[in-house]
């Protein structure tokens, strides 16, 4: 067989759209799984996600709904005026596609023939590229059926919203390999199978954790079994999912809980992960950023990412030039925390100063205004082999030996400790500092790509809110604001964090304060490039939390609040009061928010009282 046809793979797409039922997409995928060759396995499953290649290493079609109009008009014969009107009525270009297109008969095409067409849309670039891509995009959805090219619309536009992520796949793909083994004849079965679904998703997601690349792990999986999940391995150039830390009340209780720890200041900058390999060579480089490196004609292979996967490098010029001139190795992965500084005074930035760095333009000056320190706290893998099954004793010592000098690149500074005193002295020291805390880790443990366990714990205190520490969550919609308010355009919003036990999102509050007038216009503009007509699939949202405009789920911000509270109308059974918004965190996913389990450790943790300061003990 070629391969799956694309239409057969719009129809899956089209009953996953269906159904907001975790257990039935999960079937559904499993059985799109099942049914799709081998060698399409990785861009089905890209495709059914919205997007053309693993994110970290993501392809744009930069292909705004004016242009879609322009296009849907040129494949199927019409006035942009009645694409337009369409559009207005169904607030989606993707129906837009299938009303106006009146090819009933399915294509021929397959998956890999119309991933390849894709690839070459987003790859149209230099003069004349928006008539080029255009025609290219309107042959394409010509030659499609009208379901077909509803999705394919979606997909170009990036807003294919079927209410699954990844860790769905995961499931999908774990039981497809469970029911594979439990139908094999006894004769082929092998011992290294008898595993159940459960542990066999968590074996799978324990490998997309430090290989963030779903669709290569499925066709993996597809062509060796379980096996092959075995091949998976670490990469440099391939983000690892960050280790995140959990958090206690006090000092006292991080010592109950972990012993002996060693305590680390807690930067309010940008965590950032450092690939060098310098077996190869810096890659390509946008026109614009050509300026950016002085020696990029023989600087190694290097990138940067965040901790949610998205890639860096072109913010980070100093970054790279550092690496090439201060680590001694042939490759690494290493951990840490970007942040501005002030060169005069050596104090350091706030967050928003060094997320500066985020724009695509004038990237050099902000070099010179605002220079860098990266505080490396960690080191993944040296010279071809992981290093994350090492303790951190033993990593540090490691890291120590291939950082050279402390210019741009730094190690983080740390001691030891299970003396209560000093690292209520360590901490304090920390809050004077201007900085957000203090992090407490396990001396003997391993680096737990992607979890969130107690070998790590931070510890945040902050005089100017009655809960000790802030909430990071997904903007799920806005209200129309009242009075003043009314010139924006939006005087509230509404909050969530996501369950990943039951793949969705919950809300804890509504926001209406601790905003400037800039920053609500900045909002409002934010959600009105992600905007949608209904309330998304993944969320379990009240009723009588209807919002005027609802947003797709990817605008973090973190929040401060007086108090968290019991809740019988917020999903996540949690409420805020008082909530304020006090930064966005463009440096986060939208599945990276404040988990529930956190969420109400910190209910549980506000009933206690803040640890008082022994000044005597602190000037000793």
């Given at each position: 067989?070629?391969?799956?046809?694309?239409?057969?793979?719009?129809?899956?797409?089209?009953?996953?759209?269906?159904?907001?039922?975790?257990?039935?997409?999960?079937?559904?995928?499993?059985?799109?799984?099942?049914?799709?060759?081998?060698?399409?396995?990785?861009?089905?499953?890209?495709?059914?996600?919205?997007?053309?290649?693993?994110?970290?290493?993501?392809?744009?079609?930069?292909?705004?709904?004016?242009?879609?109009?322009?296009?849907?008009?040129?494949?199927?014969?019409?006035?942009?005026?009645?694409?337009?009107?369409?559009?207005?009525?169904?607030?989606?270009?993707?129906?837009?596609?299938?009303?106006?297109?009146?090819?009933?008969?399915?294509?021929?095409?397959?998956?890999?023939?119309?991933?390849?067409?894709?690839?070459?849309?987003?790859?149209?670039?230099?003069?004349?590229?928006?008539?080029?891509?255009?025609?290219?995009?309107?042959?394409?959805?010509?030659?499609?059926?009208?379901?077909?090219?509803?999705?394919?619309?979606?997909?170009?536009?990036?807003?294919?919203?079927?209410?699954?992520?990844?860790?769905?796949?995961?499931?999908?793909?774990?039981?497809?390999?469970?029911?594979?083994?439990?139908?094999?004849?006894?004769?082929?079965?092998?011992?290294?199978?008898?595993?159940?679904?459960?542990?066999?998703?968590?074996?799978?997601?324990?490998?997309?954790?430090?290989?963030?690349?779903?669709?290569?792990?499925?066709?993996?999986?597809?062509?060796?079994?379980?096996?092959?999940?075995?091949?998976?391995?670490?990469?440099?150039?391939?983000?690892?999912?960050?280790?995140?830390?959990?958090?206690?009340?006090?000092?006292?209780?991080?010592?109950?809980?972990?012993?002996?720890?060693?305590?680390?200041?807690?930067?309010?900058?940008?965590?950032?992960?450092?690939?060098?390999?310098?077996?190869?060579?810096?890659?390509?480089?946008?026109?614009?950023?050509?300026?950016?490196?002085?020696?990029?004609?023989?600087?190694?292979?290097?990138?940067?990412?965040?901790?949610?996967?998205?890639?860096?490098?072109?913010?980070?010029?100093?970054?790279?030039?550092?690496?090439?001139?201060q680590i001694d190795a042939q490759s690494v992965i290493l951990d840490g925390e970007a942040i501005g500084y002030n060169?005069?005074?050596?104090?350091?930035?706030?967050?928003?100063?060094?997320?500066?760095?985020?724009?695509?333009?004038?990237?050099?000056?902000?070099?010179?205004?605002?220079?860098?320190?990266?505080?490396?706290?960690?080191?993944?893998?040296?010279?071809?082999?992981?290093?994350?099954?090492?303790?951190?004793?033993?990593?540090?010592?490691?890291?120590?030996?291939?950082?050279?000098?402390?210019?741009?690149?730094?190690?983080?500074?740390?001691?030891?400790?299970?003396?209560?005193?000093?690292?209520?002295?360590?901490?304090?020291?920390?809050?004077?500092?201007?900085?957000?805390?203090?992090?407490?880790?396990?001396?003997?443990?391993?680096?737990?790509?992607?979890?969130?366990?107690?070998?790590?714990?931070?510890?945040?205190?902050?005089?100017?809110?009655?809960?000790?520490?802030?909430?990071?969550?997904?903007?799920?919609?806005?209200?129309?604001?009242r009075g003043v308010r009314a010139n924006f355009g939006i005087g509230g919003f509404l909050v969530g964090i996501w369950?990943?036990?039951?793949?969705?999102?919950?809300?804890?509050?509504?926001?209406?304060?601790?905003?400037?007038?800039?920053?609500?216009?900045?909002?409002?503009?934010?959600?009105?490039?992600?905007?949608?007509?209904?309330?998304?699939?993944?969320?379990?949202?009240?009723?009588?939390?209807?919002?005027?405009?609802?947003?797709?789920?990817?605008?973090?911000?973190?929040?401060?609040?007086?108090?968290?509270?019991?809740?019988?109308?917020?999903?996540?059974?949690?409420?805020?009061?008082?909530?304020?918004?006090?930064?966005?965190?463009?440096?986060?996913?939208?599945?990276?928010?404040?988990?529930?389990?956190?969420?109400?450790?910190?209910?549980?943790?506000?009933?206690?009282?803040?640890?008082?300061?022994?000044?005597?003990?602190?000037?000793?």
């Amino acid at each position: 067989m070629k391969g799956m046809y694309i239409s057969k793979f719009a129809q899956y797409l089209d009953i996953l759209e269906q159904t907001s039922k975790r257990l039935e997409i999960t079937e559904i995928l499993k059985n799109m799984l099942k049914e799709m060759e081998k060698a399409e396995t990785d861009k089905g499953i890209f495709l059914s996600l919205g997007y053309l290649r693993a994110q970290f290493n993501s392809l744009q079609f930069n292909i705004a709904e004016k242009m879609m109009v322009k296009i849907l008009a040129n494949a199927f014969n019409e006035s942009e005026e009645k694409i337009n009107k369409l559009y207005g009525e169904e607030g989606d270009l993707g129906n837009v596609a299938f009303k106006v297109n009146p090819n009933e008969k399915p294509s021929k095409t397959t998956i890999l023939e119309v991933h390849k067409k894709l690839e070459e849309l987003a790859t149209i670039s230099g003069t004349g590229s928006q008539e080029k891509k255009i025609q290219k995009a309107s042959q394409i959805l010509a030659l499609e059926d009208k379901l077909t090219s509803k999705f394919l619309t979606r997909i170009i536009l990036s807003t294919v919203r079927l209410g699954f992520t990844e860790l769905t796949v995961i499931d999908a793909l774990a039981k497809l390999i469970f029911e594979n083994v439990t139908n094999a004849p006894k004769e082929k079965s092998s011992t290294k199978h008898n595993l159940s679904a459960k542990e066999l998703k968590i074996k799978i997601e324990a490998k997309y954790r430090i290989r963030p690349d779903i669709g290569t792990i499925a066709k993996v999986i597809k062509e060796n079994g379980l096996e092959g999940i075995d091949y998976i391995s670490m990469e440099v150039g391939v983000p690892v999912h960050a280790q995140k830390a959990q958090r206690l009340a006090d000092p006292q209780e991080i010592i109950e809980k972990l012993g002996s720890v060693w305590a680390e200041y807690k930067f309010d900058g940008t965590r950032v992960q450092l690939h060098l390999d310098r077996s190869r060579k810096m890659p390509g480089l946008e026109t614009n950023q050509q300026d950016l490196f002085e020696s990029r004609n023989t600087l190694p292979f290097v990138k940067t990412f965040t901790r949610n996967l998205e890639e860096t490098t072109h913010q980070f010029p100093d970054l790279v030039e550092a690496a090439n001139k201060q680590i001694d190795a042939q490759s690494v992965i290493l951990d840490g925390e970007a942040i501005g500084y002030n060169k005069k005074t050596g104090d350091y930035l706030p967050f928003q100063e060094t997320m500066q760095r985020k724009r695509k333009h004038g990237i050099k000056e902000a070099v010179v205004e605002t220079p860098l320190k990266y505080l490396i706290f960690d080191i993944l893998y040296l010279n071809g082999k992981t290093l994350v099954d090492l303790p951190l004793v033993e990593r540090r010592i490691i890291l120590d030996k291939i950082i050279k000098g402390n210019e741009t690149l730094e190690i983080d500074y740390h001691m030891e400790t299970k003396d209560v005193k000093r690292l209520i002295k360590f901490s304090k020291e920390a809050l004077d500092r201007g900085l957000e805390g203090i992090m407490a880790k396990k001396p003997d443990s391993f680096y737990e790509a992607g979890a969130r366990n107690f070998t790590w714990v931070k510890l945040k205190k902050s005089q100017e809110q009655i809960l000790g520490d802030t909430i990071d969550c997904v903007v799920l919609g806005y209200y129309f604001g009242r009075g003043v308010r009314a010139n924006f355009g939006i005087g509230g919003f509404l909050v969530g964090i996501w369950d990943k036990r039951d793949q969705k999102y919950k809300t804890i509050t509504k926001v209406g304060t601790g905003l400037k007038d800039e920053e609500w216009e900045k909002l409002k503009e934010m959600v009105d490039k992600v905007k949608i007509k209904e309330k998304t699939k993944n969320a379990d949202i009240s009723s009588k939390y209807d919002c005027d405009v609802w947003a797709n789920p990817e605008i973090v911000v973190e929040i401060a609040a007086d108090e968290i509270s019991k809740s019988s109308e917020h999903s996540a059974g949690f409420a805020l009061r008082f909530p304020r918004l006090i930064k966005f965190r463009e440096d986060k996913s939208a599945t990276d928010t404040t988990t529930p389990e956190e969420f109400e450790q910190m209910y549980r943790l506000q009933k206690k009282p803040i640890v008082k300061i022994d000044e005597s003990l602190v000037e000793s």
